[in-house]
C-alpha cells in the first residue's frame, strides 16, 4: 500500500511538471506581466535593469582592476560577463524563495500546475539576463575575445543554468514555503557566495592555491558561459560537474517533489 502511494505521488509530480512546461501559453505571459507591472509608467522600463547594471560595472570595473594592479583591458571583460552571471543566478535563487508564497492568490483560486508559477520566475530572469547582455556584447566590442566555434558553447551554459533553476526553484520555493526563516539564511549565503566565489577576482590570484575554486560549485556554473564566451576555452571539470550537479538535482527534485507537493497550498 506504502508503495503504491509513493508512485501515485510520483505520477502526480510528473504531471504536474509535464503540465506546467505544455502550458507554454501561460508562465511566459505571467513573466512577462511581472516585469511590466515593475515598471509601470516607466518609460525605460526594464531596461533602467540595464542602466544600473551598466553603471555599477563601469565604477566598479575600473576600481577593482586598479586594487587588484591588473591589467584593465582584460579585467573589465572578464568582470563585466561575471557580474552579470552572478545576477543572473543570484536573482535566481533569492526569487525561488518566494515563488509559492507570492503565487498563493493564484494557488488558493484557480487550479494549475505547481511547476507554472517556477517556470513563470525562471522566464523572468531569463528576459532580464539578455537585457543584461546587451552590456556584455558592447563590452565584448571594445575587448574582443579569442573568436572560434567554442563561443557558441556558451548558449549551452545559460541553457543549462536555466534547467537548474528549474529545480532549484521547486526545492526553495517548498522549503520556504513550510519555513520562512529558510529564506533570511539563503539572503545572508548568497552575499557571502559573492565573495567567496571568483566573479570580482579570478582563481589564479589564489596562487598555489587556486584549486580552492573547483570546490565552490557556483564557479563552475560561471565557467560554462565565462570559459567559452570569454576565452574560447572549455573547462572539462566544469562541464561535469554542472553535469552530476544537474542530474542530482533533478533525482532529489523529483522525490521532494512528490512527497511534499500535496501540502504547498496549505504552507502558503
Not at 558553447?153 to 526563516?181: H, K
Not at 565557467?223 to 576555452?233: A, C, H, K, T
Request: net charge positive; aromatic share 18%; with cysteine.
Amino acid at each position: 500500500m506504502k508503495n503504491n502511494k509513493i508512485l501515485s505521488n510520483m505520477e502526480y509530480a510528473i504531471k504536474d511538471i509535464k503540465e506546467g512546461f505544455l502550458s507554454i501559453h501561460i508562465w511566459p505571459m505571467l513573466g512577462w506581466l511581472e516585469i511590466k507591472q515593475r515598471y509601470r509608467r516607466s518609460i525605460i522600463g526594464p531596461f533602467w535593469l540595464t542602466i544600473s547594471t551598466g553603471v555599477m560595472i563601469g565604477c566598479m570595473g575600473p576600481l577593482y582592476g586598479r586594487l587588484f594592479k591588473t591589467d584593465i583591458s582584460g579585467y573589465f571583460a572578464y568582470f563585466s560577463i561575471s557580474f552579470i552571471l552572478w545576477m543572473f543566478i543570484s536573482n535566481i535563487i533569492s526569487d525561488s524563495c518566494t515563488i509559492f508564497i507570492n503565487s498563493a492568490g493564484y494557488i488558493q483560486q484557480m487550479k494549475m500546475p505547481f511547476s507554472i508559477y517556477v517556470l513563470k520566475t525562471v522566464y523572468k530572469n531569463i528576459i532580464i539576463f539578455f537585457h543584461n547582455f546587451i552590456i556584455i556584447a558592447v563590452v565584448l566590442i571594445f575587448y574582443p575575445p579569442l573568436i572560434s566555434w567554442i563561443n557558441l558553447l556558451f548558449i549551452v551554459g545559460v541553457i543549462l543554468i536555466a534547467l537548474n533553476a528549474f529545480w532549484v526553484g521547486i526545492i526553495l520555493g517548498m522549503l520556504c514555503a513550510r519555513y520562512r526563516d529558510i529564506q533570511q539564511i539563503v539572503v545572508n549565503v548568497i552575499q557571502l557566495a559573492f565573495f567567496m566565489t571568483p566573479i570580482i577576482w579570478r582563481a589564479d590570484m589564489l596562487g598555489k592555491y587556486s584549486y580552492a575554486a573547483n570546490f565552490n560549485p557556483l564557479y563552475h556554473f560561471l565557467e560554462i558561459v565565462r570559459g567559452p564566451l570569454l576565452y574560447g576555452q572549455v573547462n572539462a571539470l566544469s562541464w561535469g560537474v554542472v553535469g552530476i550537479i544537474t542530474m542530482g538535482g533533478y533525482l532529489f527534485m523529483f522525490k521532494a517533489f512528490s512527497a511534499y507537493r500535496s501540502k504547498i497550498a496549505y504552507w502558503i
